[in-house]
């Protein structure tokens, strides 16, 4: 927890190695994602194994990439999810929920929030208009067992965004670090 800020977990997403996975551990980080696909499959239970037994003695918790599937409720990845009204199947969250007893991710989760949309259309991008899910639908989900929602294409629009505000407004920047 950061003092001032309503984040409450930092996730290391698809570490592909032990030492990935170990080096987010030792730098704070309250779960880790390991994925060793690239491995065979026994390889990737040992690496995964290995991973756990190190992250639970350090109160972190583990998700792992074993080639299991992953339930889909109407989401999807990318900027468009939805080409009418947004519409997930929230009842079959619970379901899956009772019938796995396992931690349930919902990937595909971003908003798309249209005035970043906006605001990168107007620093020079060219974004088409996409919709994701509306909150209220992210929240009936998680209320239904959701643990982890991912939102990557949010992140990306409004690092995009924020690079785009930089160029436009401070042209001589090229080290994005100051």
Request: hydrophobic share 40%; with cysteine; glycine share 8%.
């Amino acid at each position: 927890e950061f003092p001032g800020s309503r984040c409450r977990r930092w996730h290391r997403d698809h570490g592909d190695s032990f030492e990935s996975c170990k080096l987010a551990i030792d730098l704070g980080m309250s779960s880790v994602m390991i994925d060793a696909s690239h491995h065979s499959y026994e390889e990737n239970i040992a690496i995964t194994k290995k991973v756990v037994e190190y992250a639970h003695a350090r109160g972190v918790s583990v998700e792992a990439e074993l080639g299991t599937l992953a339930i889909a409720i109407g989401t999807s990845h990318g900027s468009v999810k939805f080409k009418g009204t947004p519409k997930l199947a929230i009842d079959l969250v619970a379901e899956c929920r009772d019938a796995t007893g396992v931690p349930l991710v919902l990937h595909g989760a971003s908003s798309v929030f249209q005035e970043t949309r906006e605001e990168i259309n107007r620093l020079g991008g060219a974004m088409p208009e996409g919709f994701g899910c509306p909150t209220d639908m992210i929240q009936a989900a998680i209320t239904k067992g959701i643990t982890k929602i991912n939102t990557d294409t949010d992140l990306r629009m409004a690092f995009t965004a924020a690079i785009r505000k930089t160029f436009v407004e401070a042209p001589a920047v090229f080290d994005l670090r100051r």
